[in-house]
Each structure stands twice: as C-alpha cells, then as structure tokens.
C-alpha cells in the first residue's frame, strides 16, 4: 500500500509537473510534445494509405478528375500565381528573414530559422525519394523539373516558413495579441492557398498537400520544442542561486 501511494504520488507529481506554467519542461513543452505527436500521427497514417493504395487512394484520384473537368483558364492562370507563394516565395522569404536577423544579430533565432527550414527541405527530400509517388496524369504543363508527388513540397515548405515567421512577429516585444491573431491567420491563408493551388492545377493529390502539411507541423514542432528547452532551460538555469 505504501509503495503504491509513493507510486501514485510521483505520477501525480509528474503530470502535475507537465502542465506547470512557470517550468521550461512544463505546459510550453507539453503542447510542442504534443502537436507533434499529433502531426506524426497524421503523416504516418497518410504514408500507410498512400503505400498501401487503399480507399483514400481512390478518393484522390476522384478529386483530380473532378478538377481536371471544372477547371477553368482564369482559375488555372490564378492559381498559377497563387502557388508561387509556396515556391520561390518562400525561398526568398526564408534569405530575407536570415539577412534581417543576421544584420539584428539575433544569432540564436537564427539558426533555429535556417535549421527549420533547410532542414525541412532535406527532409521533404528524403521522404519524396523514400515513398517515390508518381505524380498525377495532368501535372506536366504545371510541373518545373521532375520529382516526385508525396509530400507536397511547395505544403511542406509553406507551413514551415509563414508559421514560424508568423511566431517571429508575434513574439517580438510589444506586439499586441490582435496581430498575433492577424499574422497568424495570415499565415494559415497562405498556406491554405498554396495547398489548394497544388491540387487546383493537378501537381498533388489531396493527400500530398495533407502529408506536407503534416510532415510541415511534425518537424516545425520538433524544432519549436527544442528550441523551447534550450532558450527556457538557459533561463531557467540562470535563475537559480549559485552554490
């Protein structure tokens, strides 16, 4: 009875502990840890379907039909544009921000920007080359190059960018929490366009700009996480009296 209270005491301690909102292994960490879970989830579930040609298979080949016949020249023209903003946009954004907080000297903020980012690229690669998913018939007159349809990289690369420079906004130092809500419902717009632009003009199937954006949220968690240990850790540690 005893061990089994001391047991239950540090269980409950440890969940406690979780949800602390004061401790950098606390609340902060616990949503990162759990978002990306979630997205892993998602994306491990998507590439199970997609390997294993199973009914959302089937679905996505029904949505590329679908828009193959109602598409229109103005819309294609229009989403044409609109799916610049996933590439080269973002490449330029992402050498735009790295020459501002380089000038800044916001050092650490900016290797967790090019890891993020570089290192989503690098990893987009492997999973293409990884689940080889050929693209769908129509995707020729849109594609520039040859590669392959699992993930959507202009998803992948969107998500990653507009959202963690939609927090490099929000967390500046007086910014008020309407822009907070503004850019990052911003960034979700764009995001959402991009993804949409994808299956609009029949590059990627429905799936494709789901496992990118999957794929996006799971690593840009896992960078959000780490970065929260080290950045609150360090903080944390200078708080503490010196022995």
């Given at each position: ?57 089937r679905m996505d080949r029904v949505v590329e039909a679908w828009f ?94 507009y959202l963690m420079l939609a927090y490099i906004v929000a967390a ?72």
């Open positions: 009875m005893v061990r089994d209270a001391a047991v239950a005491r540090r269980v409950r301690d440890f969940v406690a502990a979780r949800f602390d909102t004061k401790s950098h292994t606390g609340l902060g960490l616990t949503l990162r840890l759990v978002g990306f879970a979630l997205a892993v989830w998602v994306f491990s579930g998507l590439v199970d379907a997609v390997l294993d040609n199973e009914t959302i298979v193959h016949v109602h598409s229109t020249p103005t819309g294609l023209t229009v989403f044409d544009v609109v799916t610049q903003f996933g590439l080269p946009v973002v490449d330029a954004a992402i050498a735009a921000v790295a020459l501002i907080l380089l000038y800044r000297r916001e050092y650490p903020l900016l290797v967790t920007w090019l890891f993020a980012n570089l290192g989503g690229k690098a990893i987009e690669y492997v999973i293409k080359n990884t689940v080889h998913r050929t693209r769908p018939q129509y995707a020729a007159e849109f594609l520039h190059g040859v590669s392959y349809s699992f993930p959507s990289g202009h998803t992948m690369g969107s998500t990653i960018c500046r130092p007086g910014a008020s929490r309407r822009t907070r809500w503004i850019v990052f419902l911003i960034a979700g717009a764009l995001i959402f366009a991009v993804a949409f632009s994808r299956v609009y003009l029949g590059v990627h199937y429905p799936s494709d700009v789901a496992g990118g954006f999957a794929a996006g949220m799971a690593w840009l968690t896992a960078c959000g996480a780490t970065r929260h240990l080290v950045t609150k850790g360090r903080a944390f540690s200078r708080l503490q009296p010196e022995e």
